[in-house]
């Protein structure tokens, strides 16, 4: 079992800034990717980031976040955060980190087994 706890997240006007941060813990796996995914309302959820745990610096992102998005492991590898700039109200959802990778494509939700309760974040024009 793995655990993800997620904090962060907020209510910000368009082209502001906010992090998210999931903390990690449990029987985690030393590599391992770990995601970042939202849904919105009435949508599926989608993958957003995701970062291979050791050697860490292999990231994916999605087109509609790159260059505006990073993922980082922090503290030993126990956090994974997600720096999220030049938001955009399509940006609104809620996010979620998801860990237990299963070998699927680190961008995919079916990828993932263990995921965090989320943690909202609202873009406003």
């Known amino acids: 079992q793995v655990q993800l706890v997620e904090s962060g997240g907020g209510s910000v006007q368009a082209g502001g800034s906010l992090r998210v941060s999931c903390e990690v813990s449990?029987?985690?796996?030393?590599?391992?990717?770990l995601g970042w995914f939202r849904q919105a309302p009435g949508k599926e959820r989608e993958g957003v980031a995701a970062?291979?745990?050791?050697?860490?610096?292999?990231?994916y992102y999605a087109d509609s976040v790159k260059g505006r998005f990073n993922i980082s492991l922090e503290n030993d590898k126990n956090t994974v955060s997600l720096q999220m700039n030049s938001l955009m109200p399509e940006d609104t959802g809620m996010y979620y980190c998801?860990?237990?990778?299963?070998?699927?494509?680190?961008?995919?939700?079916?990828?993932?087994?263990?995921w965090g309760q989320g943690t909202q974040v609202t873009v406003s024009s």
């Open positions: 998801a860990g237990l990778w299963n070998g699927g494509q680190a961008l995919s939700p079916v990828a993932y087994g263990g």
């Open positions: 449990g029987n985690t796996n030393s590599r391992t990717w």
């Open positions: 970062i291979y745990t050791s050697p860490a610096g292999l990231k």
